[in-house]
């Protein structure tokens, strides 16, 4: 302080004599100054020039002489309306226009930095500027809005008064209002070209934010050391060249010291020989500062200032303080420089930069130095206490030599060794520097680390058992430092023995947190130079295995010490309750490193404190320089023991509490015994209590926690624990935290029972969705407790420094509340649980073990309402965010709070905080609030690829430790705290980690299998469930064994066989590590392949074990999963070294822990991990699953569904490629064939016309399935789908085949035909001819001449068909009657039917009982067969004849004992319904099968070839009556005659069209008279042109024209139906995507329709329904909604054949006049260029006289202009009609898929494919049973229930109508192989949708099965309030599921 001083008081000097108006300060002001040395009594003592005789007014030199250096020098300069000055303005609180200077004590407080403030606000006039020296910056303040002309003016004012050059000292500050905003400020002063942006800043004009002024003083700093000389003086600036000249380097340095030291009294000069490590400690300077020295010199010579002459011992104490100070910082330099921190000082480093994973920490000794801080912080946080003795390797180039020694270069004599030998040193390289000192270490990284690490660190080495730094000097500026912020975290267990010594002693258990313990303090302090350690001393006292206090003889420990003199360290002896213990209550332990004489300030702070002063010295004589402190502690009241190193005495009492002891010659274990011996009497009387939170009251020390960000965080922490202090802990979470507690347990339960549904299902299930919905509406009610509301405010409002803090102070003060509470009931656990098992050992059962397990758990329900953390008010959040979202009717100002939640929690998670995935206290999952935390952390980082570790094990057996110690996490591992539920914690991957394919690792920590709190309530379904979600949830499971115990080890390992096995069963593939911790001998390989054999048997039996319970064939445990005995499993030693509390980490712990870490990112290196969305939704699945108990059965792997069903639109896109591609092809073959050009198509050429496009598509999927980001879940299905893709291609082009094949056929079947109509053509033009030429000159009308052509046509085409027989045209209706006629069918059946045509809905009846007749009892069937007749007549809606049915078959109670699936649960004496659904379902089923056969049997028929005979319907009707026969064997019924007539009417209705389109395609290729009738109309224009004497040429172009149109209309037609069809397939939604896409818009069609008869269609016949639905709207796309494309794509096919035909006749032209050929040879070559078109070519034997091929082309050149524009007025219609339709193409692409249908509600599958197999039948559009007509058995009572919900409820069914056992819902798979094929998942039906229909159309469901919607089978009245609206939209949201 006293350097400070002096340089003050020259700084003064100079401006008193430089401007005599600067005010001078008196000394009174000053020594009121509180930013002066705080020991004012201690500084009046000294300064004996300090009389009251002293004149008031001093000297500039005496004023200052109390005065301190400035750190920095402000000059404040602008507008006086820029700032509003107050008190409680940081920056200046005056408003004196004194232009004096006064130092900031605001600012003092604010950075703990003396900072001078000049006032020359209002820019005075330039005689008013005084001479300032050393201006570290000036201040520009310019209010906003009048920034730029202010700027200027402030600019200009400097320049006149200080000179040029000042702008790089320049600062602008813009102020602003509080509500202002000055963002355009910038940009204006950019304007100016003296500006410099780096150089700006904004604030308040009040100026009295901290962060604002913090932020103001930084950039002054950064701005400071980029200039140079750092201070600016106007006359340095205007005069340097005459500096220059006048000045010399040496005489300025002798008259700087003479000026400033001149003024010093003789009384300083002593205070400042006392001790130059205290005038260190207080000096504030740095580099600046002397900057701003140095430069005073040019001024002061120049004016004259005093030359006074001063002893020379001052200026060498003041020198030699200096370069203490120097050499101080230059040592911190090298050593942060050596270790590679010195880029961390400035920029500290944070728990981030370690929260990553990074590769094992390394245990070998090939450390180099600079990896030496970063390897310490490494191994730190794995727990290894080794880490503060790590071997250094001092260079590269040593680390491959063996060790070396230093050798004697004196060898050149004989005797030259001997000399060596003798020499008392060794002539070696003293230039090699000594490796870093371990606490150098340390302590470097302390320094360099910001306060989370900081904290961190301490926690580590507290659980390391190593001392703690208290107070910490600075290593530069020697000021005092408490981290008290760093001990916060840190709770210590010990257990007191008040009566020590006594066997009916117990101990109490005491456990809090350290800051708060009151302990005694027993401080040591050495007082001189010692050869004892004191370290080593007091680890004695301590833990005599183990060195809480590093010491001499520690390794690693060198004389060089940098950063540990004046540290002072504290240790607390923990008891555990032992008789032998050396302390029988904790105690604290602190050590001042370092000569305490050097450490005035340390010693005085801790003899304060202290209870026990401990002080070694060497010797007690009065001479030596400890004497005087001896001698105060000696006369103070404080116990004192004394310990003299020169001295062989023993322990003897000198005065009350005052203590010598001699350490010569004396053992150290022998004077430890004695000085703990003393310390336990003296402690034993009444003493001084410590408790570390009191260092904050200490003076003259700065304390971390007093930081801004910290006190900010400690505050709005106070503020929520204000509201619950004083509370019972017990009942917080009930006042402050509703919505978890009883509400949210109930909602819990109530939401398993949705589970467990019995009775009336739909409607149990609508009143527990009241009653959740009610539970949701009061935690929402209940969700704005103060608390919450404080709590997310601070989240939401505060920086995220001061958030950090927050959070840390929040978990801190609610943990000290909570404490005491826990502490007793922790006891009170431990003896409880204790006493039961002490009985159990005697086994015994009586009444006394049952209260005592009674009390457990009463003890354990009172533990877990005592437990409140951090993560019960997260776990509040969640809830309310649950309560609130899952209201449907939300505003805008609810959701304002509740809706950020999930942002918030991401915020934190992404930071490293653990969050809660699974609720302990409730045992449930949070979905939608866990959903929309990853939906948030998805949306800030991206959807990231994580690797999931999971961890499982039995309780307390360390998992959470093992991770904390293997990843350095932070999850909760206290005693009384353990992990409860599930937690997850994000960790990033580190750089340095190569070739992971995942950028982090999710650590999932839980609580531990049968864990003691669920005793009693049902634990092994906890532990399984548990088990099964964590193990599903893993990539990588870690299972934590134990101990050594067989029966832990049997429980755990059969829960997680189990949970593995279905795994299996799911197509889940987690790997899995075997941890075997706390193992006695892990050194012993014999002992560990013994373990691993015997753990490799038990697991084995697990294995066959959950088999059975599986029911899945296994039979060892590899057979589950990938596992190797060798290498999955990992032996660990115990954890601690010794006996807690004391014991110290098991070094052999920490390398177990590394050594699994390199396991698992060895395993984890092969693993792509899963994306953050695909972990979101695999937990919905496994939750969901697991909710539903039959794990198996539920699971619904819904990322595996998606990529699934995105997959199944690539193979539509992939399939519809190759369709069109083969309907290309087929288009052009058809034309050849036509044409007679081709008479046979091979495999082998369609399959090379194929190869590109088959191989593209091949190269596609194999880009797809090998890069696609889901490529681990599309594996599975790779093999298949390439297999379906070629499958497809290969059927395809063998379809395309059989119908070219087909039409070759044709083609040769009419080769006759096509023979005479050459002939017929020939013979026709030649007589067309000959009457036209008869007719030429003769009629010129031409009516008449059409007269006269008719008359001649028929007696043409009569003589040219004489010999051809006609074709009689077929009645396939008549033939239909007469063909049952004959088969004996009486004819009033037929035509009774044919009248009510109810034949043509047969497969849609709704009740089949009409048409059968029981066989045993036909007698009985007569009232009941006109009462069902009737009934379908009439359609009565009236029930009054179902009495008379139910009496008349009251005999089906014996006959027939069937019903629907959903029937159960009815008694044997019940009336049963006499004709159950399931016979009407095989009735349908039946009908279906019959017409698929039938129509198959019909189109194998040659019609089209041969025609059609009535021979094809006999033998169909035979097969009806065939199949008919076959169906009633077996059954008890008959069918009536009605339905065979029906059934065979109804196939010959489906097969008509078929037979009569192929009829006329066969009359249309064979008969003479219908071609000849065709060709009427083009052999009159020929006529006609003959009649007006158009040559052969025109005619011949005219026949031409005439083809070509018909084969272009062809052509064109045919393009643009495959181009439509690709058009719509590609692009219209409907047909875009895949099946379940298509069934979507199916369904939606529907609603929007609202027609029964579409619905019943569906319901019976889906595939029809569909097929219908494609044609309809392919009919809507092309007549309506987009005609315009339509014709757009028609046009261009138009043009693009015209072009066709152009250039094909362009080049026929060319050739054959280039080769001078005749009108054969043009033919020929014309229709070979039109190889697109099918163009019949012409006879040409009657125009060979055409030879002017020019004026033929111009001919057909006119007549394609008429075809083109024929072409564009051609009409969508006419594509429907062509032999290629759209909608057709389309069926055949979008039907060919699966249309099984479910066994229990008959909705149909979904999948694309049409044999998937072994993926299973799934649809999510699954409806009420009675939709289709089921029933309850024995009622007319159809049933409502869903298959989905009822596969999730305790019911059961008959898998069959004559089943006697039943099968319970949940397990369906074991029903046989129609249920085991599909995935029915339970969804607690929320398709809306078939609800709606239910309500919609429930009289005509009614009337159609002609059942009823009652009594089970009641519709629940919520089913009605849903709209059409709501019904269309949920399809779409079970699409998205």
């Not at 999931?948 to 991770?963: D, E, I, N, Y």
């Not at 029937?1463 to 049963?1472: A, I």
């Amino acid at each position: 302080m006293e350097e400070n001083k002096e340089g003050e008081s020259e700084t003064k000097s100079v401006t008193s004599v430089t401007n005599d108006k600067v005010h001078l300060e008196s000394n009174d002001d000053t020594k009121s100054d509180p930013v002066n040395d705080p020991h004012d009594a201690q500084h009046s003592e000294k300064n004996e020039s300090s009389t009251e005789g002293e004149a008031e007014t001093k000297t500039a030199s005496e004023a200052s002489d109390d005065k301190v250096i400035p750190k920095l020098k402000l000059v404040l300069i602008g507008d006086t309306n820029s700032i509003e000055i107050g008190s409680k303005n940081i920056l200046i609180d005056h408003d004196k226009q004194t232009n004096m200077e006064q130092f900031s004590s605001k600012l003092y407080d604010l950075c703990g930095q003396h900072i001078c403030v000049i006032n020359m606000l209002g820019l005075p006039n330039a005689d008013q500027i005084p001479s300032i020296q050393a201006v570290h910056a000036f201040i520009l303040l310019l209010p906003n809005g009048l920034h730029s002309s202010q700027y200027r003016s402030g600019i200009q004012w400097l320049e006149k008064g200080f000179g040029k050059g000042n702008l790089s000292y320049v600062m602008t500050v813009v102020t602003h209002k509080s509500d202002e905003s000055c963002e355009s400020a910038l940009a204006d002063l950019k304007a100016e070209s003296s500006f410099s942006e780096k150089r700006y800043h904004t604030c308040t004009r009040r100026m009295v934010d901290e962060n604002e002024i913090i932020s103001l003083l930084e950039k002054i700093h950064v701005m400071v050391s980029e200039n140079n000389p750092q201070c600016y003086n106007r006359q340095i600036f205007e005069n340097v060249e005459e500096q220059k000249e006048q000045l010399d380097p040496k005489n300025h340095k002798e008259e700087r010291v003479t000026t400033a030291e001149e003024m010093k009294t003789g009384t300083e000069i002593k205070s400042k020989e006392h001790d130059g490590a205290e005038r260190s400690e207080k000096n504030d300077d740095n580099t600046p500062g002397q900057s701003e020295i140095k430069s005073v010199p040019h001024e002061t010579k120049e004016k004259g200032t005093f030359n006074m002459e001063i002893s020379g011992k001052e200026i060498k104490t003041r020198d030699i303080s200096e370069e203490n100070r120097k050499k101080r910082h230059k040592e911190t330099e090298m050593l942060l420089s050596r270790l590679h921190l010195q880029d961390k000082c400035p920029h500290k480093m944070s728990p981030a930069d370690f929260l990553k994973i990074g590769p094992p920490v390394r245990q070998s000794n090939d450390t180099l130095e600079k990896d030496l801080a970063h390897t310490f912080l490494q191994r730190l946080m794995t727990l290894d206490h080794r880490a503060r003795y790590i071997p250094v390797l001092q260079d590269g180039s040593e680390a491959s030599h063996s060790e070396s020694f230093p050798t004697s270069d004196t060898v050149d004599a004989d005797d030259g060794d001997l000399d060596a030998l003798f020499a008392t040193s060794v002539d070696i390289d003293q230039s090699k520097q000594a490796h870093v000192h371990p606490m150098d270490v340390q302590m470097a990284v302390f320094h360099c680390s910001n306060s989370f690490l900081k904290q961190n660190m301490i926690t580590k080495l507290s659980q390391c058992q190593y001392a703690l730094p208290l107070l910490v000097p600075d290593p530069i500026t020697m000021d005092i430092e408490c981290p008290l912020w760093t001990f916060r975290q840190l709770t210590k267990t010990w257990k007191i023995t008040s009566n020590q010594g006594k066997e009916d002693s117990k101990p109490i258990m005491k456990s809090m947190p350290i800051c708060k313990a009151e302990t005694p303090l027993v401080s040591f302090f050495r007082l001189g130079s010692l050869s004892q350690s004191k370290s080593q001393l007091m680890n004695t006292l301590i833990n005599n295995r183990h060195s809480a206090f590093f010491h001499r003889n520690c390794p690693g420990s060198t004389k060089s010490r940098h950063l540990m003199d004046g540290v002072a360290q504290i240790a607390w002896y923990c008891p555990a309750g032992t008789p032998n213990e050396s302390f029988n209550d904790c105690i604290a332990f602190c050590n001042l490193h370092g000569d305490s004489l050097s450490t005035e300030k340390q010693r005085e702070i801790l003899t304060e404190k202290s209870s026990v002063i401990v002080v070694l010295v060497p010797t007690l004589e009065k001479s030596h320089g400890s004497s005087a402190v001896i001698s105060t502690l000696y006369r103070s009241p404080k116990p004192l023991i004394i310990l003299i190193a020169d001295s062989d005495c023993g322990a003897s009492q000198m005065k009350a509490q005052k203590y010598k002891l001699g350490l010569k010659d004396r053992s150290q274990a022998d004077v430890s015994e004695e000085l703990k011996g003393i310390i336990r009497k003296i402690l034993s009387a009444p003493h001084k209590s410590f408790q570390l939170e009191s260092m904050a009251e200490v003076s003259g020390i700065r304390v971390d926690e007093d930081g801004t960000d910290c006190q900010k965080g400690k505050s709005a922490a106070m503020e929520i624990v204000k509201l619950i202090q004083g509370m019972d802990v017990s009942k917080i979470k009930d006042e402050f935290l509703p919505c978890q507690g009883q509400l949210w347990h109930e909602w819990c339960r109530i939401n398993k029972e949705l589970y467990h549904l019995k009775g009336h299902i739909e409607k149990e299930k609508g009143q527990k969705e009241k009653q959740l919905m009610h539970i949701r509406q009061e935690q929402c009610a209940a969700s704005n407790s103060k608390l919450m509301k404080s709590f997310t405010e601070s989240l939401v409002g505060l920086p995220p420094t001061d958030k950090e803090y927050f959070l840390k102070w929040t978990q801190i003060l609610i943990d000290g509340l909570s404490t005491d509470d826990l502490s007793s009931i922790l006891q009170n656990y431990d003896e409880t649980w204790s006493e039961v098992l002490t009985l159990k050992k005697k086994h015994d059962k009586s009444a006394l073990l049952k209260d005592k397990q009674t009390k457990l758990e009463q003890l354990s329900k009172k533990l877990q309402s005592a437990t409140f953390g951090l993560e019960h008010i997260f776990r509040e959040m969640g809830q309310i965010y649950e309560a609130h979202k899952s209201q449907k009717e939300q505003t805008h100002s609810q959701q304002a709070d509740w809706v950020k939640y999930p942002e918030l929690a991401a915020d934190l998670m992404i930071s490293g905080h653990p969050m809660e995935l699974m609720d302990g206290d409730a045992g449930q999952v949070p979905l939608m609030w866990i959903s929309s935390l990853l939906q948030e952390v998805i949306k800030k980082l991206g959807d990231k690829r994580v690797f999931v570790l999971s961890v499982l094990g039995v309780q307390s057996s360390g998992k959470s430790t093992m991770l904390n110690a293997m990843f350095g996490l932070q999850f909760a591992v206290s005693a009384g705290r353990c992990t409860k539920g599930a937690y997850m914690q994000l960790v990033k991957l580190s750089e340095e980690l190569k070739g992971f394919q995942f950028d982090y690792v999710l650590v999932v920590d839980t609580e531990g299998l049968r864990a003691l709190e669920l005793a009693g309530n049902a634990t092994l379904h906890h532990d399984n469930e548990l088990a099964t979600f964590v193990v599903g949830l893993g990539n990588m499971t870690l299972i934590n064994i134990f101990g050594e115990n067989p029966a832990d080890m049997q429980d755990v390992l059969q829960i997680v066989v189990q949970a593995f096995m279905r795994m299996k069963k799911v197509k889940l593939s987690p790997s899995c590590v075997f941890v075997h911790q706390n193992v006695t001998d892990i050194a012993a390989a014999e002992k560990n392949m013994d373990g691993k054999r015997r753990l490799q048997e038990k697991l084995d039996k697990m294995a066959q074990l959950a088999a059975k319970e599986e029911v899945c064939d296994v039979e060892c445990f590899s057979d589950v999963i990938a596992f190797d005995v060798q290498e999955d499993v990992k032996y660990f030693a115990q954890l601690w070294e010794g006996s807690p509390p004391m014991a110290p980490p098991n070094p052999g712990y920490s390398e177990s822990v590394q050594e699994l870490k390199k396991t698992i990112l060895s395993k984890a290196s092969k693993s792509a991990g899963i994306t953050l969305s695909h972990l979101n939704s695999k937990i919905q699945d496994l939750w969901k699953a697991l909710m539903n108990e039959q794990f198996v059965f539920s699971f619904k792997n819904t990322q595996e569904i998606a990529v699934y069903r995105k997959l199944e639109v690539l193979y539509g896109n992939w399939t519809w490629d190759l369709r069109k591609e083969m309907l290309t092809i087929e288009n052009q073959l058809y034309p050849r064939i036509e044409k007679g050009q081709l008479d046979k198509v091979e495999l082998s050429y369609l399959s090379k016309e194929m190869s590109k496009t088959y191989e593209e598509i091949q190269k596609n999927m194999t880009a797809y399935f090998e890069d696609h980001s889901d490529k681990e879940i599309l594996v599975q299905w790779r093999g298949r789908f390439e297999n379906k893709i070629k499958e497809f291609h290969e059927e395809h082009f063998r379809g395309v085949k059989r119908k070219l094949d087909e039409v070759i056929q044709q083609k040769n079947a009419r080769k006759k035909m096509d023979n005479k109509k050459v002939e017929f053509e020939t013979k026709l033009l030649q007589k067309s001819k000959e009457l036209a030429h008869t007719l030429k000159d003769v009629v010129k009308d031409e009516g008449e001449l059409k007269a006269q052509f008719d008359s001649v046509w028929s007696h043409w085409v009569t003589e040219l068909t004489s010999d051809t027989k006609p074709f009689e045209d077929i009645n396939v209706e008549e033939d239909q009657s007469v063909v049952l006629r004959d088969l004996g069918t009486e004819w009033s059946l037929i035509s009774e039917s044919k009248r009510k045509g109810r034949y043509k809905k047969l497969s849609e009846v709704g009740n089949y009982f009409g048409y059968i007749t029981q066989k045993k009892c036909q007698e009985l069937d007569s009232e009941s067969q006109q009462y069902q007749e009737s009934k379908r007549e009439t359609k009565d809606t009236s029930r009054q004849g179902k009495g008379v049915m139910a009496s008349a078959f009251g005999y089906f109670k014996q006959m027939i004992g069937i019903a629907s699936p959903a029937q159960q649960n009815v008694e044997p004496n019940e009336s049963r319904n006499p004709f159950p659904h399931e016979e009407q379902k095989m009735i349908r089923s039946f009908i279906n099968d019959v017409e698929q056969q039938s129509l198959e049997t019909i189109k194998n028929k040659p019609v089209a070839t041969r025609g059609y005979r009535s021979t094809y319907l006999q033998e169909v009707a035979k097969h009806v009556q065939k199949k008919v026969t076959e169906f009633e064997s077996g059954k008890k019924f008959t069918f009536k005659k009605e339905f065979t007539v029906d059934l065979s009417l109804y196939v010959f209705d489906r097969t008509a069209s078929w037979l009569l389109q192929s009829h006329n395609t066969f009359k249309h290729n064979n008969d003479a008279l219908t071609y000849l009738d065709s060709k009427k109309k083009e052999y009159y224009n020929i006529f006609r042109s003959y009649c007006k004497g158009n040559s052969s040429a025109s005619v011949f172009g005219e026949m031409i024209c005439e083809k070509l149109k018909v084969s272009v209309h062809e052509a064109v037609c045919n393009k643009t139906a495959v181009d439509l069809a690709g058009e719509m397939r590609c692009n219209y939604p409907a047909f875009s995507g895949n099946r379940l896409n298509l069934e979507k818009h199916v369904l939606t069609s529907l609603a929007e329709k609202a027609e029964f008869s579409r619905f019943i269609t569906y319901i019976q016949n889906p595939r029809r329904q569909v097929e219908a639905f494609i044609k309809e709207e392919v009919k809507k796309y092309m007549f309506t909604d987009h005609k315009d494309k339509g014709l757009k794509i028609l046009k261009k096919n138009a043009d693009d054949i015209s072009k066709l035909a152009s250039q094909a006749l362009y080049e026929a032209t060319e050739k054959v006049k280039k080769k001078s050929g005749d009108v054969d040879m043009w033919m020929k070559e014309f229709s070979a260029l039109l190889n697109k078109l099918a163009f019949d070519t012409i006879c040409c034997k009657n125009f060979r006289d055409i030879n002017n091929f020019d004026f033929l082309k111009e001919e057909i050149e006119k007549g394609l202009v008429c075809i083109v524009k024929e072409m564009s007025r051609l009409s969508l219609e006419m594509v429907q009609e062509c032999r290629q339709k759209p909608d057709q193409i389309l069926i055949d692409q979008l039907c060919n898929c699966c249309w099984e249908r479910c066994p229990f509600c008959a909705a149909v599958c979904i999948n694309t494919l049409k044999d998937h197999s072994p993926e299973k039948h799934n649809v999510p559009f699954h409806r009420p049973s009675g939709v289709e007509g089921w029933h309850t058995r024995g009622t007319v009572d159809l049933v409502i229930d869903f298959c989905t919900t009822l596969v999730g409820s305790d019911r059961y069914f008959r898998p069959n109508h004559d089943s006697e056992g039943r099968i319970a819902y949940k397990q369906y798979p074991t029903a046989g192989e129609r249920y085991a094929s599909w995935r029915i998942t339970a969804d607690a039906s929320m398709l809306a949708y078939w609800k709606w229909f239910v309500c919609h159309f429930q009289k005509e469901l009614e009337d159609h099965y002609d059942l009823k919607f009652q009594g089970r089978g009641e519709i629940p009245s919520e089913w009605r309030n849903y709209t059409k609206k709501e019904a269309i939209e949920s399809l779409d949201e079970m699409c998205r599921l």
